[in-house]
């Protein structure tokens, strides 16, 4: 069963795809828009990439504050998420996503990606962390439950 991972931001929603096993997660692209609330395209290309990959599932960050309250990006985020589940009819999962953008800045910095180009990576790096911190947390829930039988 595959898996789609999305960060989705004002103006861009990166994207990732786990493996056929459910193990890791790959970015695929980022997908832009020139306002935020133009968003019929980009449901669209969703709905592509669900199909083209046989995506069953679909992990949506989840941008809390650092003291676990919801702002406004993590409403729009639910917003989105409610268009996710009637335009694809897919079970939407809301993932902490604190800190992944972040993460993915390290890396990109760390692979001495420059400056000037990280914006091009970034939301689909964060993407990949989304959606890997969502596959870790399920196989690790599968290898407690064996452990318990």
């Known amino acids: ?6 960060d989705y931001g004002t103006k861009t929603v990166g994207v990732a795809i786990s493996d056929a096993l459910g193990f890791t997660a790959q970015g695929i692209e980022t997908i832009q828009r020139k306002e935020e609330n133009k968003l019929r395209r980009t449901l669209a290309r969703i709905e592509e990439l669900i199909s083209e990959y046989g995506v069953e ?4 960050g989840f941008p809390k504050h650092m003291n676990n309250d919801i702002g406004e990006r ?3 985020a639910l917003e989105f998420r409610d268009m996710l589940t009637r335009r694809t009819g897919l079970e939407v999962i809301m993932w ?3 800190l992944t953008t972040v993460e ?6 760390e692979s001495n ?3 000037e180009n990280r914006k ?3 939301d689909k790096i964060a993407a990949v962390f989304i959606l890997q911190g969502y596959l870790d947390s399920e196989y690790l829930k599968r290898e407690n439950q064996k452990e318990q039988e």
């Open 1 to 6: 069963m595959r898996i789609i991972g999305l």
């Open 57 to 60: 599932k679909i992990v949506l």
């Open 74 to 76: 993590a409403e729009k």
């Open 96 to 98: 902490d996503e604190r």
């Open 104 to 109: 993915a800045e390290r890396v990109l910095i």
């Open 113 to 115: 990606v420059r400056r």
């Open 120 to 122: 091009k990576y970034i």
